[in-house]
């Protein structure tokens, strides 16, 4: 089993931007499709990024394209989230999640389902 920690969450206003981290230990982090989801209070959790093993597949909720930028670094087994232009409808807790696939893989997974391993979250807040 793969262990992750996500950090980066804080305050950040309207327009602002944060970076989310996602540390994985335990396994080869090469191997584990990667992915970041989100809940608010009283909410259904939902998917807000997806990257495959290969790093070349990746998956972004309409609510976020063309904002958020998922990436991984094999080296660092951390796995990343550029969030730009955040919005305050972005507040949520965010989670990191795993799921063990094969090595190279271009496969994107889009449903918390699929994710075996998840962090604790980190709370992203964002003001107007």
């Known amino acids: 089993q793969v262990q992750l920690v996500e950090s980066g969450g804080g305050l950040v206003q309207d327009g602002g931007s944060l970076r989310l981290s996602c540390a994985v230990s335990?396994?080869?982090?090469?191997?584990?499709?990667m992915g970041w989801f989100r809940r608010v209070p009283g909410k259904q959790r939902e998917i807000v990024s997806t990257?495959?093993?290969?790093?070349?597949?990746?998956f972004y909720a309409d609510s976020v394209k063309g904002r958020f930028t998922i990436s991984r670094d094999n080296a660092k087994n951390t796995v990343y989230l550029q969030m730009n232009s955040l919005k305050p409808e972005d507040t949520a807790v965010y989670y990191c999640?795993?799921?063990?696939?094969?090595?190279?893989?271009?496969?994107?997974?889009?449903?918390?389902?699929?994710?075996?391993?998840w962090g604790q979250g980190t709370q992203v807040t964002v003001s107007s």
């Open positions: 335990g396994r080869t982090f090469r191997d584990y499709a």
């Open positions: 990257i495959s093993t290969s790093g070349s597949g990746t």
């Open positions: 999640a795993a799921r063990y696939d094969r090595l190279y893989s271009t496969r994107v997974y889009v449903n918390g389902a699929d994710f075996g391993s």
